[in-house]
T-cell receptor
Framework: GAGVSQSPRYKVAKRGQDVALRCDPI?????LFWYQQALGQGPEFLTY????????KSGLPSDRFFAERPEGSVSTLKIQRTQQEDSAVYLC????????????FGSGTQLSVL | GQQVMQIPQYQHVQEGEDFTTYCNSS?????IQWYKQRPGGHPVFLIQ?????EVKKQKRLTFQFGEAKKNSSLHITATQTTDVGTYFC????????????FGKGTLLTVNP
């Protein structure tokens, strides 16, 4: 597709459930980011991939959060044993190269943990 | 760590009035980017500034990068209802040339 695609658009989970969020970046884009955006806040960095390599996961809030991009294209963000504080919009963004270029964001996945 | 602060947090204007949002970094930035997020939407890139003192214009929008490369501003002349949204600045984080740190944004609402 022409843009960054994320699915599902909305996800409701019961506390304790595992969830998987998918991101399909723009074809050929080397860099892929996951951001978390709470209501009324700016996007907060979670993790960064350059091709299939996860070069930075310093923003992941806990070891319940795990991200992968095994073939350097589609990425999955997995959250285990979800908690209410995980409720947020999860944004995926991609970039053509590794450095100092604009990010293209997907529409995000709104996660609500009940 | 590096922080990017934006003020004001909210701004409500009458259509036709001007609007300015300011962005300040605790460290010198190699570049700064601005994004717009419409209500219910996702951030969309507006512009990147790289040079000290740089000024760029996009129709009614004027972007500036400070001489010390630690602050930036976005000015909208004669706002329209289509300008409604949250404006974010973002800069490379902590010496990294790949990670962007976003400010909390300025939410602009326009009364028609």
């Amino acid at each position: 597709g022409a843009g960054v695609s994320q699915s599902p658009r909305y996800k409701v989970a019961k506390r304790g459930q595992d969830v998987a969020l998918r991101c399909d970046p723009i074809s050929g884009h080397v860099s892929l980011f996951w951001y978390q955006q709470a209501l009324g806040q700016g996007p907060e960095f979670l993790t960064y991939f350059q091709n299939e390599a996860q070069l930075d996961k310093s923003g992941l809030p806990s070891d319940r959060f795990f991200a992968e991009r095994p073939e350097g294209s589609v990425s999955t963000l997995k959250i285990q044993r979800t908690q209410q504080e995980d409720s947020a919009v999860y944004l995926c963004a991609s970039r053509r190269t590794g450095f100092n270029e604009k990010l293209f964001f997907g529409s995000g996945t709104q996660l609500s943990v009940l | 760590g590096q922080q990017v602060m934006q003020i004001p947090q909210y701004q409500h204007v009458q259509e036709g009035e001007d609007f300015t949002t300011y962005c300040n970094s605790s460290t010198t930035l190699s570049n700064i980017q601005w994004y717009k997020q419409r209500p219910g939407g996702h951030p969309v890139f507006l512009i990147q500034l790289v040079k000290s003192g740089e000024v760029k214009k996009q129709k009614r929008l004027t972007f500036q990068f400070g001489e010390a490369k630690k602050n930036s501003s976005l000015h909208i002349t004669a706002t329209q209802t289509t300008d409604v949204g949250t404006y974010f600045c973002a800069g490379p984080s902590g010496g990294s040339n790949y990670k962007l740190t976003f400010g909390k944004g300025t939410l602009l609402t326009v009364n028609p």
